[in-house]
């Protein structure tokens, strides 16, 4: 670190020491048999303990998948769990007061916390070391835990008899014990870094490293708690090798598969948007969707470009897939035209939108072609189905405008190959072409992002894609001689209920 960067990081660990101190206040008027009851009660319910102690952590109520993976935790001598949650979920915070209350009540007696470095195992530690020194009701109840002669920062014995050592990847561990007590809880937090991820040879050393030189510190005859936490952030990781051995694990992403926040008293939608909105799709679904992806595996480049006069096109199509899943997947609907061997997306629009949302965005299309030249309005099959026909005609009278959507009833084949197969050809020779006058919409980010990222093990939404292809498709397969369905501004009237 530079000298700017050790008294910034300094300052930070000052405020978390006086932040500590203020929220741990403790009340002086209690006697001595009121402490005792409090305690003997609190160390009965996990929960409230971690509420009581640790107050500036505490301060959103937990989501249910706290609760229970605490229990698991706490009421499992021996148990073997790993939290995949997303950034911003507590899992490290959630990790230390367990285990803190494990060390207080006598339950685990060796420590071992484990990350990718020396100097993040480190970190990762500190707020354990500061709590036994500062958090004043830790020491009201407990007593003075910092001791002399075994104080250090990546290593130390608290008076309740539990030691707390911090281990980088491929330091030794071995003969690490407390006394007579081998490590009986392992922590391993960011263990997994961006560079390891790419090299699936480090990947299979370092996981080698823990079986064979961490887990191996264990006593056979001695219960052992193992917790992994991070992100799944490659395709080839460690933590997804822990999956595999864990007695249970929990993938928690930022959302769930509703599309609502899994922590709704601490991360509100707002503020949920408000972050995923100043980073890119790739990013946004490794940090918060333990979704890690590899972009340019087949759409390597997006080509941008300025579009033709709209009379120049025989004709366009906007197409729309409306993905009605329960994922939480995008809608998108494309418009677009053909010039000599190009193919132009004139209009393009993606996101995670109500149905109603989705029917506007063709509306808003029939009034930027403003009866220029024909549009073919299509959506992908099966979807027009009565709930949607209802929402149709919702719309026709809400715009005073009659569209028709007709669905694409072709026999698809799989999504994927369908998609590789109609457009990288043509992406590669720059015959697919966006609106160079989208490129820094927000729908348009999200759509680049969805191409970048798409291959055949992704789980990235795919759906701009998808609609893309399927004007493509559409574009080949009709003819301005068999153009039936083109669209027209037409005001409808009142009371009007046709579809």
């Known amino acids: 670190m530079s000298q700017a960067e050790d008294k910034k990081a300094l ?135 910092e001791t002399y002669g075994e104080w250090k920062e990546d290593s130390f014995i608290i008076a309740k008899g539990c030691s707390f050592l911090a281990i980088g990847a491929g330091q030794s561990p071995r003969g690490s014990r407390n006394e007579e007590a081998r490590p009986d809880v392992v922590l391993m937090d960011d263990f997994d870094t961006d560079e390891d991820c790419r090299n699936p040879e ?47 694990h929990e993938i928690i992403n930022i959302r769930d598969e509703k599309d609502k926040s899994t922590w709704p008293n601490k991360n509100t939608e707002e503020l949920i948007d ?64 053909k010039w000599k061997q190009e193919y132009h997306v004139i209009k393009m629009f993606c996101g995670k939108v109500t149905t109603s949302a989705m029917l506007d965005w063709n509306y808003e299309i029939m009034k930027y072609v403003n009866g220029q030249v024909p549009v073919l309005i ?28 007709k669905p694409d009833e072709r026999d698809k084949p799989d999504k994927y190959f369908r998609i590789e197969s109609a457009l990288e050809p043509l992406n590669r020779s720059a015959l697919l072409i966006f609106n160079e006058e989208l490129k820094k919409t927000e729908d348009m980010k999200t759509t680049e992002g969805q191409f970048l990222a798409l291959s055949p093990t992704s789980k990235a939404h795919d759906d701009a894609p998808d609609a893309v292809e399927g004007g493509k498709w559409i574009l080949d397969n009709k003819s301005t001689n068999n153009i039936g369905n083109v669209q027209t501004v037409n005001r409808t009237r009142g009371g009007s209920k046709k579809y």
């Open 11 to 145: 300052q930070y660990w000052v405020d978390y020491e006086k932040s500590l101190i203020k929220a741990t206040v403790v009340d002086t008027s209690e006697t001595e048999d009121q402490k005792l009851a409090r305690i003997s009660r609190l160390e009965t319910n996990h929960e409230e303990w971690f509420a009581y102690m640790f107050p500036n952590y505490y301060y959103a109520a937990p989501a249910q998948f706290h609760i229970k993976s605490s229990n698991r935790v706490i009421k499992n001598p021996e148990w073997y769990e790993v939290r995949a949650w997303s950034r911003e979920l507590a899992k490290s915070a959630r990790t230390m007061m367990e285990i803190i209350f494990l060390a207080m009540t006598g339950q685990k007696k060796s420590v071992l916390m484990i990350s990718s470095s020396e100097g993040a195992a480190i970190r990762l530690l500190k707020p354990y070391k500061i709590n036994f020194e500062k958090n004043q009701r830790l020491i009201n109840d407990y007593g003075k835990q």
């Open 202 to 248: 480090t990947i299979q050393k370092k996981w080698d490293w823990f079986e064979q030189a961490v887990y191996a510190t264990r006593s056979i005859s001695n219960p052992m708690l193992v917790i992994f936490c991070g992100n799944i952030i490659g395709d080839v990781c460690c933590i997804k090798n822990a999956i595999k051995m864990a007695d249970y």
């Open 378 to 405: 299509y959506v992908e099959w099966p979807w027009i189905d009565e709930p949607l026909k209802k929402e149709i005609i919702s719309a026709n009278e809400r715009h005073g405008v009659t569209i028709h959507p």
């Open 274 to 337: 408000r972050v995923l909105s100043k980073i890119s799709y790739a990013s946004q679904q490794k940090e918060y969707f333990n979704n890690p992806i590899v972009l340019g595996k087949v759409f390597k480049v997006i080509h941008y470009g300025k579009m033709r006069p709209l009379r120049e096109y025989k004709f366009l199509v906007s197409y729309t897939d409306p993905s009605y899943k329960k994922t939480g997947d995008t809608k998108a609907t494309a418009l677009i035209g």
